[in-house]
């Protein structure tokens, strides 16, 4: 497949991308790398190109970027420099796949011939898993990562031709894999293959589990579905899933500053807990007054860090 024409993967983080990403990879015939997102996160709104320098110095403490391993070519420009990071991860003649969290509409700027595969996930399974990974203190902003992920797909879609996506949801997937994972197999023009599975045997996830499926249902309170279906009511129906029956609300004021407040404190302490004391505190200086020198150094500690708790 040429550099200009990939199929990404796209759909909110903890939405079982990495899941999925596994499955394909174990295909004989398909290729996927993994989170790809350093390619559009420099990319603006309306198209226009980072200045090359400051994209490099990006690239240089971005840990996904680092993993990929991937050689930058000092005498290419931005365009060609995106497009020469594809070319990299390509292999012989399988079909190339990229895992896209954030930004896809995006994407056409430098892929007008992409293609798609929407990975969608129940907003509150979502909004509830953000917690964990301490991106947020509480599922009323989880919901938010949900939203604007969807919103730019939605955004993306509606100057998409049919035959370029395809949409299928995690729950999907989880009830009847072989039917799901062939649905994406003839999309992608391959066959479907039950070596897509052997990733279990491979990897640190287990095996696809129905359980995983719709977990709010047994884990929310009644009020955390208020809240959430209150700020996603109507987004939460127009993509297939049904509402508990529970009134949405909308918080008082005096509610927001509370939620913001126990939200600001989590973030606070997951970090604390995970980088220690004075690295948070580092960080905050950094954030405000670090020099560029700094920032990188600082940056460079924590991706050290964090892949410790990489699954």
């Given at each position: 497949m040429q550099a200009g024409s990939?199929?990404?993967?796209?759909?909110?983080?903890?939405?079982?991308?990495?899941?999925?990403?596994?499955?394909?990879?174990?295909?004989?015939?398909?290729?996927?790398?993994?989170?790809?997102d350093f390619l559009f996160d420099m990319v603006s709104d309306n198209g226009e190109y980072s200045d090359l320098s400051t994209y490099k110095n990006w690239l240089s403490t971005s840990r996904i970027f680092q993993a990929a391993?991937?050689?930058?070519?000092?005498?290419?420009?931005?365009?060609?420099?995106?497009?020469?990071?594809?070319?990299?991860?390509e292999s012989d003649n399988d079909v190339l796949t990229m895992n896209v969290h954030r930004h896809f509409h995006r994407i056409p700027y430098l892929f007008p011939d992409a293609r798609y595969i929407h990975?969608?996930?129940?907003?509150?399974?979502?909004?509830?898993?953000?917690?964990?990974?301490?991106?947020?203190?509480?599922?009323y902003f989880g919901a938010d990562v949900w939203y604007e992920a969807e919103a730019s797909w939605d955004r993306l879609k509606a100057d998409l031709e049919p035959n370029q996506y395809?949409?299928?949801?995690?729950?999907?997937?989880?009830?009847?894999?072989?039917?799901?994972?062939?649905?994406?197999?003839?999309?992608?023009?391959?066959?479907?293959?039950?070596?897509?599975?052997?990733?279990?045997?491979?990897?640190?996830?287990?095996?696809?589990?129905?359980?995983?499926?719709?977990?709010?249902?047994?884990?929310?309170?009644?009020?955390?579905?208020?809240?959430?279906?209150?700020?996603?009511?109507?987004?939460?129906?127009?993509?297939?899933?049904?509402?508990?029956g529970l009134k949405p609300v909308s918080p008082s004021m005096l509610e927001r500053i509370s939620l913001l407040v126990k939200n600001k404190?989590?973030?606070?302490m997951f970090q604390i807990n995970r980088y220690g004391l004075m690295m948070f505190l580092e960080g905050l200086l950094v954030r405000r007054v670090g020099y560029s020198a700094w920032r990188e150094s600082y940056k460079s500690r924590r991706n050290t860090v964090d892949i410790k708790y990489l699954k």
């Open positions: 990939p199929v990404f993967i796209v759909g909110p983080v903890r939405s079982g991308s990495t899941f999925l990403r596994l499955m394909l990879d174990f295909h004989p015939n398909i290729n996927n790398p993994g989170e790809c391993e991937l050689k930058v070519d000092p005498n290419l420009g931005f365009r060609d420099l995106i497009h020469s990071f594809a070319s990299q991860f990975l969608l996930r129940d907003p509150r399974d979502v909004a509830r898993s953000c917690i964990g990974m301490g991106w947020v203190g509480h599922v395809i949409e299928i949801s995690y729950e999907d997937i989880l009830d009847d894999v072989a039917k799901g994972l062939s649905k994406l197999c003839e999309f992608l023009g391959v066959k479907y293959s039950a070596r897509m599975l052997d990733y279990a045997d491979n990897s640190t996830y287990g095996l696809p589990d129905k359980s995983l499926s719709y977990q709010w249902k047994r884990k929310y309170s009644d009020r955390e579905l208020q809240l959430v279906e209150g700020k996603l009511e109507g987004m939460i129906t127009a993509k297939g899933y049904e509402l508990s404190h989590y973030r606070a």
